[in-house]
């Protein structure tokens, strides 16, 4: 008796060109996210944010200017420029110097590029600091930050809405 | 005479169109998108403002804000440590009327935010068209009781806060 072998057909290959599709757009959502100007909002490394319930827009014209206020160190500008420590902020002319011409040198900046383009972009400090800091560091900066022609000055906290209803359980 | 075979019976010779191969690529995205999603914080981050160009005020060191007619100046003073006629916790001096103190309840640091609050929300009772209100705050006070304090500020209707050190601090800044 003759046997009669079923023929298969070769299995078609798997196509991913559609799964490919979907990781580009992720690829480049994620890429977007993680640029320069997101790490702005985001929260620093190794550094606890104060919470707060309120939470304001940047001004749309502004152009932030960066701070980083860690226990033991300063960062200035996106590209985090070690800039002393708190103690060298407050005791050092030289380390308020430095943080001063930054400061200085970014505004300038930012106004010969409005002259430039014809553009009204207003520079912004933008000051991230641990929460359990002093106070006396944040006036130095403050103050550096007003004397180099920062009219706003934003502080970066964690949005809680509940923070208030912690505090009072913590009370009691 | 022959003549050779037609074009169109050679079809048989040729190749399927290859396609590109996508697994090398698919390999690199693979990579490369767990390690962004490593990258990305996820988490409410705010921002609390403080302007210094509406009213002339605020600011480290600044003279006090606002122009105009005799505007009724609110103070709020944070103080952390215990000392000549200072204690750990609020003091809201309004024109008026006397100091409200709000003492901390231990030692610990735990400002009494609630009282504060509260206190806050009868001040812009009695002055609904205040907007302004000053932060006076001791060096030694945390960043986050500050952060804080501006934040019920802002809650309670004073979008306007004037931060103030309360001591002469070192020198300028440039």
Redo the contacts between chains.
């Keep these: 008796m003759r046997k009669v072998r079923r023929h298969f057909e070769d299995s078609a290959?798997l196509s991913?060109?559609s799964?490919?599709d979907v990781?580009?757009i992720?690829?480049v959502f994620?890429?977007k996210?993680?640029s320069m100007e997101a790490q702005r909002?985001?929260?620093p490394e190794n550094m606890l944010?104060?919470?707060?319930?309120?939470?304001?827009?940047?001004m749309s014209n502004g152009l932030t200017v960066l701070v980083k206020?860690y226990p033991d160190r300063v960062l200035i500008g996106t590209e985090s420029l070690p800039a002393g420590t708190l103690k060298q902020l407050?005791?050092d002319?030289k380390t308020?110097?430095i943080?001063?011409?930054y400061m200085?040198n970014e505004a300038d900046q930012i106004k010969a590029m409005n002259e430039k383009s014809k553009t009204d972009n207003q520079p912004c400090l933008?000051i991230q600091?641990?929460?359990?800091?002093?106070?006396?560091?944040?006036?130095?900066i403050?103050?550096?930050?007003?004397?180099?022609s920062?009219?706003?000055?934003?502080?970066?906290?964690?949005?809680d809405q509940n923070?208030?209803q912690k505090?009072?359980q913590?009370?009691q | 005479m022959a003549y050779r075979p037609s074009e169109g019976r050679n079809q048989k010779n040729q190749s399927p169109p290859v396609s590109p191969d996508l697994v090398p690529i698919m390999n690199l995205f693979m990579a490369l998108i767990p390690f962004l999603l490593m990258l990305i914080v996820i988490s409410q981050v705010a921002l609390v403002a403080l302007n210094f160009s509406a009213s002339g005020g605020g600011g480290g060191g600044g003279e006090g804000g606002g122009g105009g007619e005799t505007a009724k100046e609110i103070k709020v003073i944070v103080m952390a440590s215990e000392g000549n006629q200072i204690f750990p916790g609020f003091e809201i001096r309004e024109p008026g009327s006397g100091p409200i103190t709000i003492k901390n309840a231990d030692n610990q640091g735990s400002f009494n935010f609630i009282a504060l609050n509260t206190t806050l929300g009868n001040i812009k009772a009695r002055n609904q068209q205040l907007g302004d209100i000053t932060i006076v705050v001791y060096p030694d006070v945390l960043y986050g009781t500050l952060i804080q304090t501006i934040d019920l500020c802002k809650q309670n209707g004073f979008p306007n806060v004037i931060y103030k050190p309360a001591t002469v601090s070192y020198g300028s800044g440039g």
């Design positions: 290959a991913i060109t799964l490919l990781l580009t992720i690829l994620l890429i996210n993680v909002l985001t929260v944010l104060p919470t707060t319930i309120t939470n304001q827009e940047l206020l407050v005791e002319k308020r110097e943080i001063y011409n200085q933008l600091a641990d929460k359990q800091i002093l106070c006396q560091y944040i006036t130095q403050v103050k550096i930050g007003a004397g180099a920062f009219a706003n000055i934003y502080f970066s906290t964690l949005e923070w208030l505090s009072a913590q009370i």
